[in-house]
């Protein structure tokens, strides 16, 4: 069974850095991208980046929103995705979602809550 | 950036009853490799967002056959034939075949 496992949130101050995980099982993690999509409260869902699988060179691609201040990365040893989050603004208050893949998101984490604030 | 529009933005539908929800595309979402790049979520209360449909009209395993995806382009729709209880929740379009990827506002539907 296919399974996507988001930590690491919590509360965090304006301007702080905080770490999430994906913790996968259950597929080949190395041979699939992994996508994190975020939703503010009450909100739609917004599209934050993704990484590519070993196949396709690990690359990583970020919305306009997080660039420069989040980083995707993956340790396919572990099956474990990541997004490394810098300068943490109170509009980053979301729910984070991890998503195995790039274009169909078939398979998707529980979420996990991220606060901003001070 | 492609913008997504769905309407309405919100349906109420009694048991039974068909629905449906438009998703309209600025640009059109057919590849050259001959695939439409667009999907079909489902947001039930308290839960992540489930796939329903992908590339327009291919239900996702497990999806019940009352849901169905059409159309081509720029102009998307998804009904459903009869709703049942287990329906509401919010309904997302999505488009990747750009970057950034995006969603529709969502269309919240009640019973």
């Known amino acids: 069974e296919v399974q996507l496992v988001e930590s690491g949130g919590g509360l965090v101050q304006p301007g702080r850095s905080l770490r999430l995980s994906c913790t996968t099982s259950?597929?080949?993690?190395?041979?699939?991208?992994v996508t994190w999509v975020r939703q503010a409260p009450g909100k739609g869902l917004e599209w934050v980046g993704f990484?590519?699988?070993?196949?396709?060179?690990?690359?990583?691609e970020h919305a306009a929103s997080v660039k420069g201040r989040f980083t995707i990365s993956r340790d396919d040893s572990k099956s474990i995705a990541y997004l490394q989050m810098h300068s943490l603004k109170t509009e980053d208050t979301a729910v984070y979602y991890c998503?195995?893949?790039?274009?169909?998101?078939?398979?998707w984490g529980q979420g996990t809550l991220v606060t901003v604030s001070s | 950036d492609i913008v997504m529009t769905q309407t309405p933005l919100s349906l109420v539908v009694t048991p039974g009853q068909p629905a449906s929800i438009s998703c309209k595309s600025s640009?059109?979402?057919?590849?050259?490799?001959?695939?439409?790049?667009l999907y079909w979520y489902l947001q039930k209360p308290g839960q992540s967002p489930q796939l329903l449909i992908y590339?327009?009209?291919n239900r996702f395993s497990g999806v019940p056959d009352r849901f169905s995806g059409s159309g081509s382009g720029t102009d998307f729709t998804l009904k459903i034939s009869r709703v049942e209880g287990e329906d509401v929740g919010v309904y997302y379009c999505?488009?990747?075949?750009?970057?950034?990827?995006?969603f529709g506002q969502g269309t919240r539907l009640e019973i």
């Open positions: 999505k488009q990747s075949i750009q970057l950034p990827v995006t």
């Open positions: 590339e327009v009209s």
């Open positions: 259950g597929f080949t993690f190395g041979d699939y991208a």
């Open positions: 990484i590519r699988g070993k196949p396709f060179g690990g690359t990583t």
């Open positions: 640009q059109s979402l057919l590849h050259s490799d001959g695939k439409t790049y």
């Open positions: 998503i195995r893949g790039r274009y169909s998101g078939s398979h």
